[in-house]
């Protein structure tokens, strides 16, 4: 997490609809992450913004509960804070029923595949399974990979109401990130409109060199697209085109059969 992300803190105020010392600590669990697994009581308010007295306070209380433990002057998460991520996983059925078919999937084309949604900027795994090491940091349920940038998010932004979109990618920075990284807005556009347009999404090397990624969207009940499926390979292994051939049909049953079963399950 990056300071401006802290950032809404100091504008918004306390009030009855909005608890400051509440958003202050998720602020300080937020802190921490694969590049940040372990920090001082210092680098804790550096990251979110704090005092080191507003910071302390926030990290003893989460010590008392049994989200965070210390040691010396380093504190870290506890495995207590998978709590809160598998209470929205397991309030969302869907992922419950969806793992079988994304193992079926994979073991398939042997190769990873993952489920995400939308949340704000960022395209969030909410299942993984991994079949190979694609990305070179390790990726699991609940990171975060930037909309614009991956196939899972172009389809996910490319079912929103066209206002929408069209405000969220007037908003993208875009960033250098691979060899075939969009350049301009007007690149990022067209991409997305042709995710909406055939219902699927190829990133190559956009995101990170070598990886090569498709992605479909699952439907619900009313049609809308609440979150998307991809197959993740490496282009050394897996050209773009025999990924297309071989893989988006499969990919595309799969996720046929996720939108059919949240239909199923509404009607229950």
């Not at 614009?148 to 990618?169: K, N």
């Amino acid at each position: 997490m990056s300071p401006d992300e802290s950032a809404p803190l100091t504008s918004l105020k306390p009030g009855d609809s909005y608890v400051q010392s509440f958003a202050r600590g998720l602020s300080v669990i937020r802190t921490f992450d694969s590049h940040h697994a372990r920090q001082t009581l210092t680098e804790v308010a550096k990251r979110c913004g704090l005092t080191r007295a507003g910071a302390r306070r926030i990290l003893l209380t989460l010590q008392t509960l049994g989200y965070v433990r210390s040691e010396g002057r380093m504190f870290e998460l506890t495995p207590k804070i998978l709590d809160l991520g598998f209470a929205y996983l397991s309030s969302q059925p869907l992922w419950r029923f969806a793992e079988p078919i994304a193992m079926q999937l994979a073991n398939d084309v042997r190769e990873s595949v993952s489920i995400a949604v939308l949340d704000g900027d960022d395209a969030v795994f909410v299942l993984r399974v991994p079949m190979r090491k694609v990305l070179s940091d390790p990726m699991g349920v609940g990171s975060r990979l930037p909309a614009w940038a991956t196939a899972t998010g172009r389809v996910l932004l490319a079912a929103l109401p066209v206002e929408e979109r069209e405000a969220r990618l007037a908003q993208v920075q875009l960033a250098r990130r691979a060899v075939n990284t969009v350049r301009t807005h007007e690149e990022l556009r067209a991409a997305v409109e042709q995710a909406r347009r055939q219902h699927w999404c190829l990133v190559d090397q956009e995101l990170e060199d070598g990886v090569l990624t498709v992605a479909a969207p699952i439907t619900g009940r009313d049609g809308k697209v609440v979150a998307a499926i991809n197959i993740s390979t490496h282009a050394s292994r897996t050209p773009p085109q025999v990924l297309l051939e071989q893989g988006l049909p499969k990919l595309q049953a799969a996720a046929q059969s996720l939108s059919q079963l949240l239909v199923l399950m509404k009607k229950d």
